[in-house]
């Protein structure tokens, strides 16, 4: 099963401030396998970047996802009020899809 | 508009079995696996398993494998999501979602208690 570890565990930032999330995947995903999904409290959660890069539908371009392989970066331009969540990057690159154990993103 | 609809909340003792239920609509049901992510108390999301409307083939994570079955009745667009003898570890919140690899789109989430 591959292994997905995130970091850092907890961000705490201020609203307006950018947030860099990292990923890695052991071991390496074959081509670009990697997901990025954000979850608010009480919610369900949202599929924001696929393919390592591409945003999905409907995802502001604050949100960009670089990398491959075996790390990924999930890069919050000006964190907004409603950004304050949880994040979790996926591997589907092989059976079962592991979740890394996520990092929160809350406010200073 | 694609929606998944959940049932609702659930209370069983342990021991017991549960069906969770998610129909779909705004969408060709058929031309979209389902997948299903469990999230404990206090933990991250646990990719589960998957299974095909189209010709109902699954597969599950070896984590979930033997103790969950995942179904589809695609004449109501349903998927569901079977736990037999269930038991305190098993209270959860338990999501499906669109999709055979990503999910683009989410059930509301159906709440476990396992309790005696």
């Given amino acids: ?108 | 508009e694609v929606q998944l609809v959940q049932s609702g909340a659930e209370v069983k003792k342990p021991g017991e079995s549960l069906r969770i239920s998610c129909q779909g609509s705004g969408y060709s049901f058929t031309n979209y696996w389902i997948t299903w992510v469990r999230r404990m108390p206090g933990k991250g999301l646990e990719w589960m398993g998957r299974i095909d409307p189209t010709d109902s083939y699954t597969n599950y994570s070896p984590s979930f494998r033997g103790h969950v079955t995942i179904s589809v009745d695609k004449s109501i667009n349903t998927a569901y999501l079977h736990l037999s003898s269930l038991k305190a570890s098993d209270a959860a919140m338990y999501y499906c979602a669109r999709g055979a690899l990503t999910m683009d789109s989410w059930g509301q989430g159906t709440p476990v208690t396992v309790s005696s």
Wanted: charged share 15%.
């Fill in chain 1, 1 to 108: 099963e591959f292994v997905v570890t995130q970091s850092p565990g907890t961000l705490s930032l201020s609203p307006g401030a950018r947030a860099t999330l990292s990923c890695r995947v052991s071991p390496r995903v074959s081509g670009s396998y990697l997901a990025w999904y954000q979850h608010r409290p009480g919610q369900a959660p949202r599929l924001l970047i696929y393919g390592s890069s591409t945003r999905a539908t409907g995802i502001p371009d604050r949100f960009s996802g670089s990398g491959s392989g075996t790390d990924l970066t999930l890069t919050i331009s000006r964190l907004e009020p409603e950004d304050f969540a949880v994040y979790y990057c996926q591997q589907y690159g092989n059976s079962p899809f592991t979740f890394g154990p996520g990092t929160t993103v809350d406010i200073k």
